[in-house]
């Protein structure tokens, strides 16, 4: 059984920081690609960054890039999700996921879900 556990989330004002933290139980952590998603109130959920079991090689969505850095920590069985220079449009439900294999920026191609932490970033 596979469990996704997040934390980090909270209010904070635009142009701040937060860090997300993911910790994973169940199957070999290592062997798994991770990923975060989000979904903002009556928007589908989307892609936001994904990195490979490595931590080699990393994706992220055109509307984070440059401002959130993915990583993990394979001895601690985490991954991270730094996010600076916030914006009011990032608020949403920050989702953590893990596949078997490679990256991937489709919701569809993941097999594990967290429950999800809300980040909300005023104006």
């Known amino acids: 059984q596979v469990q996704l556990v997040e934390s980090g989330g909270g209010l904070v004002q635009a142009g701040g920081s937060l860090r997300l933290s993911c910790v994973y139980s169940g199957r070999t952590f290592s062997s798994n690609a991770m990923g975060w998603f989000r979904q903002a109130n009556g928007k589908e959920r989307e892609f936001v960054a994904t990195?490979?079991?490595?931590?080699?090689?990393?994706y992220y969505a055109d509307s984070v890039k440059g401002r959130f850095t993915i990583s993990r920590d394979n001895a601690k069985n985490t991954v991270y999700l730094q996010m600076d220079s916030l914006k009011p449009e990032d608020t949403a439900i920050y989702y953590c996921t893990a596949r078997r294999g490679t990256t991937s920026a489709r919701p569809t191609e993941y097999n594990y879900w967290g429950q999800g932490t809300q980040v909300t970033v005023s104006s």
């Open positions: 990195i490979s079991w490595s931590g080699g090689t990393t």
